[in-house]
């Protein structure tokens, strides 16, 4: 079945950097686009990031773009949010979702991102 | 604030229906498909509608989702104690090359 278990999420002051990772497994993974999606405490649901399939796309919102960098390891079934000068306001759990007919067909559990002086 | 206007809140009975709105405008819904989640907190949120009014494998008929110009319908009938979660709209706007959620609502089954 459809796994995503994101990692390296953590406490990290204001300014600072944090590479997130997503282990997917039991799709094939370089055929699928993917995403990035966050909720802070408290508040719903906020699109970061999205990269096709290929990798050759890279979509990011207004509010990370610049900071953030979306990128994918087929080799590893893999996909990465790097995440540099983070703002207390980058605080939430950061989900990836596998993308075939929806904006977000499968996801993962989420990762806590703290940013926190 | 979300572009993609959702209630804050919605309640109704175990049996009874619900429905659950999503308002936008021709630019973001009224020219895109309509995606339909439902999150409890602290798990993995899960596709309940996609394409306006398609159920993935696995999600009951119980969900049922339509669009009618600028705004989309999320409704749930035969209510359980179990469907209480946050639901959220959400689009993939093409001409922006961005995802969109609404801004969630929360399902009370009282």
């Known amino acids: 079945q459809v796994q995503l278990v994101e990692s390296g999420g953590g406490v990290v002051q204001p300014g600072r950097s944090l590479r997130l990772s997503c282990a997917a497994s039991g799709f094939t993974f370089r055929s699928y686009a993917m995403h990035w999606v966050r909720q802070a405490p408290g508040k719903g649901l906020e699109w970061v990031a999205a990269i096709s399939y290929d990798g050759r796309n890279k979509y990011h919102a207004d509010s990370v773009k610049g900071r953030f960098t979306i990128s994918r390891d087929d080799s590893k079934n893999t996909l990465h949010l790097q995440m540099n000068s983070l703002r207390t306001e980058d605080t939430a759990v950061y989900f990836c979702?596998?993308?075939?007919?929806?904006?977000?067909?499968?996801w993962g559990q989420g990762t806590l991102v703290t940013v926190s002086s | 604030q979300s572009v993609l206007t959702q209630p804050p809140s919605v309640s109704a009975a175990p049996g009874q229906k619900v429905t659950i709105s999503c308002s936008g405008s021709?630019?973001?819904?009224?020219?895109?498909?309509v995606s339909w989640y439902q999150h409890l907190p602290g798990t993995a949120p899960k596709l309940l509608i996609y394409?306006?009014?398609k159920r993935p494998s696995g999600i009951p008929d119980r969900f049922s989702g339509s669009k009618s110009g600028t705004s989309a319908t999320l409704g749930i009938t035969g209510l359980q104690t179990g469907d209480e979660a946050d639901f959220y709209c959400g689009i993939w706007d093409s001409s922006l090359s961005a995802g969109v959620f609404g801004g969630g609502t929360k399902l009370t089954v009282l």
């Open positions: 979702a596998s993308a075939g007919i929806a904006v977000g067909d499968y």
């Open positions: 021709s630019s973001n819904i009224g020219n895109n498909y």
């Open positions: 394409d306006n009014n």
